[in-house]
């Protein structure tokens, strides 16, 4: 049995329909079978392009799969026809298509799955917006939400993607010369889906997306290959920050060389210490730079270690960096002593990645504050220190003054108590205590008669000796205690630095508390060095926990879960997981966890107001309502009032003609209060939310023509296919919300041109669809900053007069198709003018013969949408 081993797949990316996937596809097979390989044709759609059509002539074509779905014939890819077939290379088009019911598999590229499976090659077409990832994306770009999607992770494991890329103009160029869609579609599509905007930011999409995948391919390759030193494929530039006020500086210098180059990174890091809180720097500082940093679009990264010139290095090697840019540093030259700086470390050691060292008004003065270090453990290596000062230096000294016939019993003493106030300085009061007993038994032995023995003679010799061991462990003590008061004073600084840096993150957030929460999460996560923080909520004494903001991977659900701890309340708690802090660090946590509890807070009065400001708005519509109606129901009245009165003159016989004119003029105005107060009670509903519309299914013919009653028959053209399927609205509410349209229409359309009613079927794959009214008119239009405008309440466009209506005819309109699951758009009329745009949901129904409910190539009429 010969084992086959797994076919590779091809991708051709695109941006959008129409940029030529297929036919590149197609192309791409023909010179596969120019160079003798078996390719063949397992499923290709050329949605009646014949450019299309004609390379798919020479191809062997796999014969579709007939099935029957609701009595209708469709034609799938036959997945066992093809791995009968066998060929070396299958084409597969449309890879997100959605099976028919009754296939093996729900999705195409499942069925390419089992091809690959069985070892054939596999060449397939997928459109951006289709990626699973970027749905909320593309819909928030179009408008548009696909339902045809393909998980990302499939196209990821694709041995090659071909981006096909074309420009906006080219491809507006090519729809427009009927080489994408029929002719009567293409007007549509130019004015909806492929506008330059959208094009434009769909292409961008695609070149990222691509540019990523292309990044994750070469670091794959670096790491099976081993390789560490920097490749300049792309040029990111890491900057240091150590949260000192050169910060900016150097971040402002960075971004000036990323900006040099084409698609140049811009990283910023800062190292901090391991044991939770930073080892330098301001933390309100850092939160300034961070903000600076993301402006400038680069983005920021807290990286834990205790050695800032190994972490830096590290980071940068991790993400391919090809430039470091570092400042000058802040130490005295005298602090040279202790060892070189970061930057130089950094220089010697960073092997093929350029290093900036930028000066700043900063270097050379000092770091401005003693670093922070914890209460009750100064280091494992400043106590290793301590411990080799105390115990090795009084031998060490020893031998040095035998060697020079020793200064006299005094002065050695001076000498040994200063290892002594040394290793208190450098270790704390342990080391020091041992150097004092070490550094006395010393002096017994080498410096007090008799020599060479610890036996004392003299009595003062003894009173000395155990003077300087009292005297060396006192000064150790104090020594120790005032080290130990700086580092408290330093941590103390360190901590209202943070809350002050809490406080303006909370005061600088969005009253609703939008993002403020997670901010205070990844604070907190950056600032005790935890894997992951989350604040959890209980609505009920005995409810369960609900995590309402997290920070890190795998947040703690639940308080059991968290290494800490801290409850706010009953109903409220701050939870960590990573690592268990000390008790030093619960008092700064318990104030993390308070600001939380007082964003919270915020949040719900920011609910409140809100619901205040409906009110006040309500209020507000009320009075603009009674300043509207003011004239425009008195214009109507005085005209009734004034006929009435005149047909009631008894000393006046009107001619039938006039008493005819005088009676029309009566119901001319109280059909325009009828209408007037018909509006502002359909108003009253949508305000106060109790429109309940009755949903069923409608048929548009018998709604359209009663809503045209309103305006002159020669006004209107009507073009409703009576092969329109049913609809899902309350026919009433429907009526009165073209009937507001098309008089708004009709107001404003020239003299002599009719206004254009025109109903579409726009087909959803896996769904009814929707259908689509369109009410176009040839007036003067409206610019586009005003589109929306028009829809608010007691709102006239230009120069509208007094008695024209009070301005509630669209927004009635819109807020009625809105309760019905509809929508209400304004678009501009080609050639000039406006057209309302009303899109309703489709009654169910079968579909029709040659439809399928799933295309992977976006149908024109989902694409319009």
């Not at 270690?305 to 290095?313: E, M, W």
């Not at 009674?626 to 047909?647: E, F, M, N």
């Given at each position: 049995m010969v084992l086959m081993g797994r076919g590779r797949l091809r991708i051709y990316l695109g941006a959008a329909p129409g940029v030529g996937k297929t036919y590149a596809m197609l192309a791409e097979a023909h010179r596969r079978q120019q160079r003798g390989t078996d390719v063949v044709v397992a499923f290709v759609e050329d949605h009646g392009r014949r450019n299309t059509a004609e390379l798919v002539e020479g191809l062997e074509v796999v014969p579709r799969r007939l099935l029957v779905h609701r009595g209708a014939e469709f034609t799938e890819m036959d997945v066992d026809a093809v791995l009968a077939r066998r060929p070396q290379v299958a084409l597969v088009d449309e890879l997100p298509h959605t099976n028919i019911p009754g296939c093996r598999n729900a999705k195409r590229w499942q069925d390419v799955e089992e091809l690959l499976a069985a070892g054939i090659d596999v060449i397939s077409t997928v459109n951006i917006q289709h990626l699973e990832s970027l749905g909320d994306a593309v819909e928030g770009i179009t408008g548009v939400r696909q339902r045809e999607t393909v998980p990302d992770e499939v196209v990821r494991r694709a041995d090659q993607i071909e981006l096909v890329d074309m420009s906006p103009q080219a491809l507006r160029r090519r729809l427009a010369h009927g080489n994408v869609y029929a002719p009567e579609k293409i007007d549509a599509a130019l004015a909806n889906y492929f506008r330059p905007g959208n094009l434009t930011a769909l292409r961008e999409l695609a070149l990222l997306w691509t540019a990523d995948r292309v990044d994750e391919y070469l670091q794959k390759y670096r790491a099976e290959q081993g390789i560490e030193r920097t490749w300049q494929a792309r040029e990111r530039i890491v900057v240091g920050l150590t949260g000192g006020p050169e910060g900016a500086t150097l971040i402002r210098r960075a971004a000036r060389i990323a900006a040099r180059v084409s698609g140049g990174e811009l990283l910023a890091v800062h190292i901090s210490r391991s044991d939770g809180l930073s080892g330098s720097g301001s933390?309100?500082?850092?939160?300034?730079?961070?903000?600076?940093?993301?402006?400038?679009?680069?983005?920021?990264?807290?990286?834990?270690?205790?050695?800032?010139?190994?972490?830096?290095?590290?980071?940068?090697?991790?993400?391919?960096?090809?430039?470091?840019?570092l400042g000058t540093s802040r130490r005295p030259a005298w602090q040279y002593l202790y060892g070189p700086g970061v930057g130089t470390t950094v220089t010697r050691e960073a092997g093929d990645i350029d290093v900036h060292m930028v000066t700043h008004e900063h270097a050379g003065h000092g770091r401005g504050r003693v670093p922070v270090r914890r209460i009750t453990d100064l280091g494992r290596p400043r106590t290793i220190a301590g411990w080799l000062i105390g115990l090795a230096g009084p031998p060490v000294l020893a031998v040095v003054l035998t060697a020079i016939g020793g200064l006299g019993l005094s002065t050695d003493m001076l000498l040994f108590l200063s290892l002594t106030v040394c290793a208190a300085l450098v270790g704390g009061l342990l080391p020091a205590i041992g150097s004092a007993l070490v550094a006395s038994?010393?002096?017994?032995?080498?410096?007090?008669?008799?020599?060479?023995?610890?036996?004392?003679?003299?009595?003062?010799?003894?009173?000395?000796?155990?003077?300087?061991?009292?005297?060396?462990?006192?000064?150790?003590?104090?020594?120790?205690?005032?080290?130990?008061?700086?580092?408290?004073?330093?941590?103390?600084?360190?901590?209202?630095?943070?809350?002050?840096?809490?406080?303006?993150?909370?005061?600088?957030?969005?009253?609703?508390?939008?993002?403020?929460?997670?901010?205070?999460?990844?604070?907190?996560?950056?600032?005790?060095?935890?894997?992951?923080?989350?604040?959890?909520?209980?609505?009920?004494?005995?409810?369960?926990?609900?995590?309402?903001?997290?920070?890190?991977?795998?947040?703690?659900?639940?308080?059991?879960?968290?290494?800490?701890?801290?409850?706010?309340?009953?109903?409220?708690?701050?939870?960590?997981?990573?690592?268990?802090?000390?008790?030093?660090?619960?008092?700064?946590?318990g104030a993390f966890a308070a600001q939380a509890a007082v964003v919270l807070?915020?949040?719900?009065?920011?609910?409140?107001?809100?619901?205040?400001?409906?009110?006040?708005?309500?209020?507000?519509?009320?009075?603009?309502?009674?300043?509207?109606?003011?004239?425009?129901?008195?214009?109507?009245?005085?005209?009734?009032?004034?006929?009435?009165?005149?047909?009631?003159?008894?000393?006046?016989?009107?001619?039938?003609?006039?008493?005819?004119?005088?009676?029309?003029?009566?119901?001319?105005?109280?059909?325009?209060?009828?209408?007037?107060?018909?509006?502002?009670?359909?108003?009253?509903?949508?305000?106060?939310?109790?429109?309940?519309?009755?949903?069923?299914?409608?048929?548009?013919?018998?709604?359209?023509?009663?809503?045209?009653?309103?305006?002159?028959?020669?006004?209107?053209?009507?073009?409703?296919?009576?092969?329109?399927?049913?609809?899902?609205?309350?026919?009433?509410?429907?009526?009165?919300?073209?009937?507001?349209?098309?008089?708004?229409a009709v107001k404003y359309s020239p003299d002599g041109v009719k206004v254009l009613v025109k109903a579409d079927a726009l087909r959803q794959p896996g769904g009814p669809g929707r259908v689509e009214l369109r009410i176009v008119d040839r007036g003067p239009g409206v610019p586009e900053d005003a589109k929306e405008r028009i829809f608010a309440p007691f709102q006239r466009y230009g120069d509208a007069p007094r008695g024209a209506g009070v301005g509630l005819g669209l927004a009635v309109a819109r807020g009625f198709v809105e309760a019905m699951d509809g929508t209400v758009t304004a678009e501009d009329t080609p050639g000039g003018g406006l057209t309302m745009v009303v899109s309703l949901p489709a009654a169910a129904r079968p579909p029709e013969p040659g439809e399928a409910p799933g295309d992977g190539n976006e149908p024109l009429s989902r694409l319009i949408t």
């Open positions: 933390p309100q500082t850092l939160i300034e730079q961070r903000v600076l940093v993301e402006s400038l679009g680069g983005t920021f990264h807290a990286v834990l270690g205790d050695d800032p010139a190994a972490g830096l290095l590290d980071f940068a090697r991790g993400v391919n960096a090809t430039q470091i840019v038994s010393v002096l017994n032995y080498y410096f007090t008669p008799p020599l060479h023995t610890f036996t004392i003679n003299e009595p003062q010799n003894i009173m000395a000796v155990a003077i300087f061991t009292v005297v060396g462990i006192s000064v150790a003590s104090v020594v120790d205690l005032a080290a130990r008061r700086t580092h408290q004073a330093a941590r103390s600084q360190t901590e209202a630095q943070t809350l002050s840096a809490l406080a303006g993150t909370v005061l600088r957030g969005a009253p609703n508390g939008d993002g403020v929460l997670t901010a205070l999460m990844e604070q907190v996560r950056e600032t005790f060095g935890q894997e992951s923080a989350a604040l959890l909520e209980r609505p009920e004494p005995l409810g369960a926990w609900v995590p309402v903001a997290t920070a890190g991977p795998r947040p703690p659900e639940r308080p059991e879960q968290a290494d800490v701890d801290v409850p706010v309340g009953d109903s409220l708690a701050l939870v960590l997981r990573g690592r268990v802090l000390p008790g030093a660090d619960r008092r700064l946590l807070e915020r949040r719900r009065l920011a609910r409140e107001a809100a619901a205040a400001r409906r009110e006040a708005e309500g209020n507000r519509i009320r009075t603009a309502l009674l300043a509207a109606v003011s004239h425009d129901l008195r214009t109507p009245l005085a005209g009734i009032k004034a006929s009435v009165s005149s047909l009631r003159a008894a000393d006046v016989e009107w001619a039938p003609e006039d008493e005819a004119e005088l009676l029309a003029g009566i119901e001319a105005g109280a059909d325009r209060l009828d209408h007037l107060i018909n509006n502002l009670l359909d108003m009253s509903r949508l305000q106060t939310g109790t429109v309940t519309p009755l949903i069923q299914e409608t048929d548009l013919d018998e709604v359209v023509p009663f809503a045209l009653g309103g305006v002159p028959l020669d006004s209107v053209r009507l073009d409703v296919p009576e092969t329109l399927p049913m609809i899902r609205a309350d026919g009433g509410l429907l009526e009165r919300s073209l009937a507001n349209l098309v008089e708004n």
